[in-house]
T-cell receptor, first 114, second 111 residues
Framework: DAGITQSPRHKVTETGTPVTLRCHQT?????MYWYRQDPGHGLRLIHY???????DKGEVSDGYSVSRSKTEDFLLTLESATSSQTSVYFC?????????????FGQGTRLTVV | DQQVKQNSPSLSVQEGRISILNCDYT??????FLWYKKYPAEGPTFLIS?????DKNEDGRFTVFLNKSAKHLSLHIVPSQPGDSAVYFC??????????FGTGTSLTVIP
């Protein structure tokens, strides 16, 4: 297993509350990603990071923000959770030494917004 | 707009037979293609990949074929085993720093 840890693994929160999901890696990979998985939509990229303090938006970034203050940690924040953000969230990492490289995924965080 | 498409949500195959999973893409800048396998309550795991300079890559029971002119790739699993039952995601990248995924195909291998 690639050294990726997501926390928490499960969370139930109320609409309108802020939520932060954490991804921690021990692989020293440059790139980190946050995806959400929803039925009928597959895996969709929310935000990604290409280095400390360097982040960019993905396909479905509205309502989400990210921060990367250390190489090993990538945080995803829902400023004010909505029911449409109920989903399974996956963090992924990839290296940059090769042009073609695969991404490795964490175990996922199941978030329910009630 | 979905840049990577898997048009078959599900597929059932008898054990020992060949499983063929298909994937189409629209972005001609994609130069690397990957297949991932996902079991319930787990993260996707990398299975096999292919560069756009090749048209075939083989790893044991798994072979990926790429048809660049048709913007189509397929994953062949032969022989299929019950443990192959999972959701398979096709993915593509350009320049290696973003990965675009399809919607997945749920494969069931019947013993």
């Amino acid at each position: 297993d690639a050294g990726i840890t997501q926390s928490p693994r499960h969370k139930v929160t109320e609409t309108g509350t802020p939520v932060t999901l954490r991804c921690h890696q021990t692989e020293n990979h440059r790139y980190m990603y946050w995806y959400r998985q929803d039925p009928g939509h597959g895996l969709r990229l929310i935000h990604y990071s290409y280095g400390v303090k360097d982040t960019d938006k993905g396909e479905v970034s509205d309502g989400y923000s990210v921060s990367r203050s250390k190489t090993e940690d990538f945080l995803l924040t829902l400023e004010s959770a909505t029911s449409s953000q109920t989903s399974v969230y996956f963090c992924a990492i990839s290296g940059s030494n090769r042009r073609h490289t695969e991404a490795f995924f964490g175990q996922g965080t199941r978030l329910t917004v009630v | 707009d979905q840049q990577v498409k898997q048009n078959s949500p599900s597929l059932s195959v008898q054990e020992g037979r060949i499983s063929i999973l298909n994937c189409d893409y629209t972005n001609s800048m994609f130069d690397y293609f990957l297949w991932y396998k996902k079991y319930p309550a787990e993260g996707p795991t990398f299975l096999i990949s292919i560069s756009s300079i090749k048209d075939k890559n083989e790893d044991g029971r798994f072979t990926v074929f790429l048809n660049k002119s048709a913007k189509h790739l397929s994953l062949h699993i032969v022989p299929s085993q019950p443990g192959d039952s999972a959701v398979y995601f096709c993915a593509a990248s350009a320049l290696g720093n973003q990965f675009y995924f399809g919607t997945g195909t749920s494969l069931t291998v019947i013993p």
